[in-house]
């Protein structure tokens, strides 16, 4: 006796379990990756913004930081003018100051029988153009002004027998230099009166 039986229903609902669970497992799959496309669209979308935010800040700083460069700037133009201010101004005090010791010294080293005509200064370097009665009158001036410690370095250009008022008279012309006393241990070089002399033998 032969018995038969029919497989294709049950092979039928095997394969529709099979497609059910195909079709199941491509749905959270595909939940899944939507999900995780959302996750991962969320945060690059924060990270995003975060730099964003950075970005602007950043920018509002950098513009900060300009406006204090450009103050900064401004204020070293305003301090280098006023370092140059405060450089000629104490030019001008102490080329006044050097005026006053040239006029002082010229007058307590000038001997009897010599008279200046001009005083030209240029820094320190001063040019004497005037009459003696003599030439021995002459190197007694440069002698004078050696001598002095706001003066140095006496030297004569040049002599030449002039008239003068129907008088013979050796008109010269000599430089000098300006200095300032070397301090002296244990005195105040402030102190120290304009004339005091160097001791030195002609």
């Known amino acids: 006796m032969t018995v038969r039986i029919n497989l294709l229903p049950h092979r039928e609902q095997k394969r529709a379990a099979r497609q059910r669970q195909f079709i199941l497992l491509a749905a959270m799959t595909l939940g899944l990756g939507a999900v995780v496309a959302m996750a991962g669209h969320t945060f690059i979308a924060a990270k995003i913004s975060s730099q964003e935010g ?17 103050e900064i700037k401004v204020l070293k133009e305003k301090t280098t003018a006023l370092l140059e201010r405060k450089k000629v101004v104490e030019a001008l005090q102490s080329n006044r100051s050097q005026v006053v010791h040239l006029l002082d010294q010229l007058v307590r080293q000038l001997p009897d029988g010599v008279y200046l005509k001009s005083i030209e200064q240029k820094d320190n370097n001063v040019k004497l153009v005037g009459y ?55 005195v105040d070089s402030k102190n120290t009166p304009p004339s005091a002399k160097k001791d030195k033998k002609a």
Do not use: C, H, Y
């Open 54 to 70: 950075r970005n602007v800040f950043l920018k509002a700083e950098i513009t900060k930081l300009d406006k204090e460069i450009e």
């Open 132 to 186: 003696a009665q003599s030439n021995a009158r002459v190197a007694s001036l440069m002698r004078n002004l050696d001598s002095s410690e706001w003066l140095e370095e006496p030297g004569l250009v040049e002599t030449k027998a002039v008239m003068l008022n129907n008088m013979r008279v050796s008109e010269f012309t000599l430089n000098i230099k300006l200095s300032s006393p070397k301090p002296v241990e244990g």
